[in-house]
């Protein structure tokens, strides 16, 4: 959609932007029925919001699948470096007796 999660729910793209939003995908925005602003159709060539979805999404698939690998296997290097510091201080939390409520 070109927007973080946020934008996308509560605003409005401006006019001439490859970004939409979900009141112009359900057809409720500035560009009403669902339809884009020609600033839209000079950029995609078609007039419908999923024409810009399908635009933005030959445009970053490559972009968005290696960013979302990258971030998992960042995650799982970063779980297993941490695993002795986080078991050394879950042990403390158990001696402190919060053990059962609070875990790292």
Same mark, same amino acid.
């Given at each position: 959609? *070109?927007?973080?999660?946020?934008?996308?729910?509560?605003s409005?793209?401006? @006019?001439?932007?490859k970004?939409?939003?979900?009141?112009?995908?359900?057809?409720?925005g %500035?560009?009403?029925?669902? *339809?884009? %602003?020609? @600033?839209?159709?000079?950029?995609?060539?078609?007039?419908?919001?999923?024409?810009?979805? =399908?635009?933005?999404? $030959?445009?970053?698939?490559?972009?968005?699948?290696?960013?979302s690998?990258?971030? *998992?296997?960042?995650?799982?290097?970063?779980? $297993?470096?941490?695993?002795?510091?986080r078991?050394? =201080?879950? $042990?403390?939390? $158990?001696?402190?007796g919060v053990?059962?409520?609070?875990r790292?």
């Open positions: 959609m *070109g927007l973080n999660p946020w934008e996308f729910l509560t409005e793209s401006g @006019g001439h932007s970004k939409v939003t979900l009141k112009e995908l359900l057809g409720m %500035s560009h009403g029925g669902g *339809g884009l %602003s020609t @600033g839209y159709q000079a950029v995609v060539g078609g007039s419908s919001a999923l024409d810009m979805i =399908a635009y933005n999404f $030959k445009d970053n698939w490559l972009e968005a699948t290696i960013s690998t990258l971030t *998992g296997v960042g995650f799982m290097a970063a779980k $297993k470096l941490t695993r002795k510091p078991s050394m =201080a879950n $042990k403390m939390l $158990k001696q402190l053990g059962t409520m609070v790292i």
